[in-house]
């Protein structure tokens, strides 16, 4: 039987999480093909205006999660920054996570996690990095805290510009993602390397196998 639906993207109005109306274009959408009714999911709708928000300011969809998280602040610590490369790994895993914990998961963009011997990575963190420094927005250093070249680890932090845009765009974020990355950041922050494996252990079993090293970067 012929499928009587077919995707599409339309272009649409709504409202931001602030009631303010905003147009935003190339939403997926199905089709009906007999009636011409279309379908929107909300998920895809909430990516829209997340990837609506990204290209205002030039960004990727997926730096929305990386900027929240640097901005935030975790208690008593600065904000806008993240001392340790693994505790970056990590936190934006967790923050996917807990976002699939309270079924918005596919509501915003984010990066893809892979298995690693330090375990679950962003695929595309470290290129993104670099590429935000160069826009200006980041600065990346290393700080050493041990003799060997090893034994040093990546600070990240966001710059005055960087500040600047990554407020106005944690204003318009909705309160349930501002919630999960505060919760995630202020949870991981203070932890070492070898508690925040002991926790990927215990809370995701299935990565134990594969995830045997520190992540000190």
Do not use: C
């Not at 649409?12 to 602030?18: G, L």
């Not at 190339?26 to 279309?38: E, Q, Y």
């Not at 309160?175 to 390397?193: A, C, H, S």
Request: charge should be positive; proline fraction near 8%.
């Amino acid at each position: 039987m012929e499928a009587i639906w077919e995707e599409t993207k339309i272009d649409m109005d709504s409202v931001d999480w602030k009631g303010n109306t905003i147009h935003l274009k190339r939403v997926p959408a199905i089709k009906n093909k007999k009636t011409g009714k279309i379908r929107v999911y909300p998920s895809e709708v909430a990516k829209a205006e997340f990837r609506m928000l990204a290209e205002r300011h030039n960004f990727q969809p997926r730096d929305i999660a990386l900027l929240a998280m640097l901005y935030v602040k975790p208690g008593p610590f600065r904000k806008g920054q993240v001392h340790y490369k693994y505790h970056l790994n990590k936190m934006l895993f967790y923050q996917w996570k807990e976002m699939e914990y309270q079924d918005i998961g596919e509501t915003f963009p984010r990066d893809e996690f892979e298995p690693a011997p330090r375990g679950p990575v962003p695929k595309n963190l470290s290129d993104d990095l670099k590429r935000l420094e160069k826009k200006g927005f980041v600065e990346l250093r290393f700080k050493q805290w041990g003799k060997s070249p090893q034994q040093a680890s990546l600070i990240t932090e966001l710059t005055p510009s960087g500040l600047s845009i990554a407020e106005k765009i944690w204003y318009l974020l909705p309160d349930p993602f501002k919630e999960i990355t505060l919760k995630v950041k202020e949870r991981l922050f203070p932890l070492n390397p070898t508690t925040i494996r002991m926790r990927v252990h215990r809370d995701f079993p299935e990565y134990k196998k594969t995830y045997v090293e520190l992540d000190r970067d």
